[in-house]
């Protein structure tokens, strides 16, 4: 994979630095060279919320010579659940202002360069241009997609992370020329306005952001330094209620033709704006979340929402994570949704049956469809839709008939935000 590091420059360690840093250089393959290039380091940080905070403070504590911290929000006292490199004292202050203070408090020798704007089409690749990597823990997909083309263009390693409620998600990107995984390749399409929950919507748990936000610390120590392996063409999902991981490869969508200018997202998914505060702590992103897929999802599954036969069996749902890391070792996951939906995009190990060939199937209409020959293949499947009515009516009608199978709660669209 890709082996990206920068150089090592400037003056050689003091003896104060090899004291400071001493646990590094006893680790196998930490070098003093390996500091120096922490030290020589720029990165960029865009979002001093929740993912933020770890974010700064680990690279601050081990040595990142220069953080450029973009932010236009103000710290409020709902983000102290989780935003711990503010205080009580910094509320009604700009973010990177008291990140910058907190960052100087933990290491004084990090140059912290404040940004207290939105980051925009116009200004994007002026503000990054000139960094090592840059690490994006926003909320918002116009601002994901935005630093994802820029990084792209300018050539530039991107860690990404998205938490939301007990989940988060974390991946490394790198254009490599136009050879390598971007976000594009994960997620190809913006949202519609409002189709995405905030974690002040669904809520977080506080320790969640600093889970991811180390993980995607201790990526961007990899990268800096050369060590071990860097998430590229990795994506890797974290549930806090079992404390799993779940690795998802990614690889390069077959003829993606290179980013080579910045799209404007503004009519596609609204950009935010310095009255709506743009980087709180992250929500999460999925799979391929199309253009107006949860209109579709309310539309396609309006018809099921309330006339779902019930029986004896006590229904198995789970969440999006749970039922991805299900499929991911091996269990069956069934789209039930339309092939005309399925087209627009599917999650990892999902196979499309849609629901009226399925149940033809159950009833013994149909001698097999899919992988499907017998009913027992059938047998505690995992079924998802667009948005989970479907599934769920598919589910009981199922159950009804004898046949036990679990249901992935809020269907693609869930998947698609990480839930």
């Not at 925009?120 to 918002?140: E, K, R, S, W, Y």
């Not at 490394?172 to 995984?181: E, I, K, P, Q």
């Not at 969508?253 to 505060?277: H, N, Q, S, W, Y």
């Not at 060939?357 to 149909?366: I, S």
Request: charged letters at 20%.
């Amino acid at each position: 994979m890709v082996n990206y590091a920068p150089g090592a420059s400037g003056s050689a360690l003091s003896g104060a630095d090899y004291r400071r840093y001493s646990r590094h250089l006893l680790l196998p393959g930490f070098t003093p060279e390996s500091q120096q290039r922490l030290r020589s380091a720029k990165v960029a940080v865009v979002g001093a919320g929740g993912l933020g905070a770890p974010i700064l403070q680990y690279l601050a504590a081990a040595g990142v010579g220069s953080l450029t911290v973009i932010d236009a929000d103000l710290v409020d006292s709902s983000n102290l659940q989780r935003q711990v490199i503010h205080s009580e004292a910094a509320v009604g202050t700009p973010k990177v202002s008291s990140a910058a203070k907190a960052v100087h408090a933990l290491n004084h020798a990090v140059h912290v360069r404040e940004i207290p704007e939105v980051l925009t089409p116009a200004n994007a690749l002026d503000i990054l241009a000139g960094h090592d990597l840059v690490l994006d823990g926003t909320d918002n997909f116009p601002t994901r997609y935005l630093v994802s083309d820029a990084c792209e263009i300018l050539n530039m390693p991107l860690i990404w992370g998205s938490i939301l409620a007990f989940d988060g998600q974390v991946a490394a990107f790198f254009s490599d020329d136009g050879r390598g995984v971007t976000y594009r390749d994960v997620h190809p399409r913006p949202p519609q306005p409002g189709e995405v929950p905030s974690c002040s919507e669904a809520g977080v748990l506080g320790p969640l952001v600093g889970v991811i936000g180390s993980t995607m610390a201790m990526e961007a120590l990899k990268i800096l330094t050369g060590l071990g392996s860097p998430l590229y063409g990795r994506l890797q999902l974290y549930s806090a209620l079992t404390g799993e991981w779940t690795r998802i490869d990614v690889e390069r969508k077959p003829g993606r033709l290179p980013v080579t200018e910045i799209e404007d997202l503004v009519e596609t998914c609204g950009f935010p704006t310095m009255t709506a505060p743009p980087f709180a702590s992250a929500t999460g992103a999925g799979f391929t979340s199309t253009d107006g897929e949860a209109d579709e999802a309310e539309a396609n599954d309006a018809d099921y929402s309330s006339a779902a036969p019930t029986s004896n069996l006590d229904p198995e749902v789970l969440s999006p994570s749970e039922a991805l890391r299900e499929a991911a070792d091996g269990r069956l996951l069934i789209d039930i949704r339309e092939e005309s939906e399925a087209a627009k995009g599917m999650l990892p190990h999902a196979v499309n049956i849609p629901k009226d060939q399925l149940m033809e199937f159950a009833r013994g209409e149909r001698a097999s469809v899919g992988p499907l020959s017998g009913v027992d293949d059938l047998r505690g499947a995992i079924l998802h839709c667009a948005g989970g009515a479907r599934s769920a009516a598919a589910q009981a009608e199922l159950a009804a008939l004898g046949i036990e199978v679990g249901d992935m709660a809020g269907g693609y669209v869930a998947a698609s935000l990480g839930g």
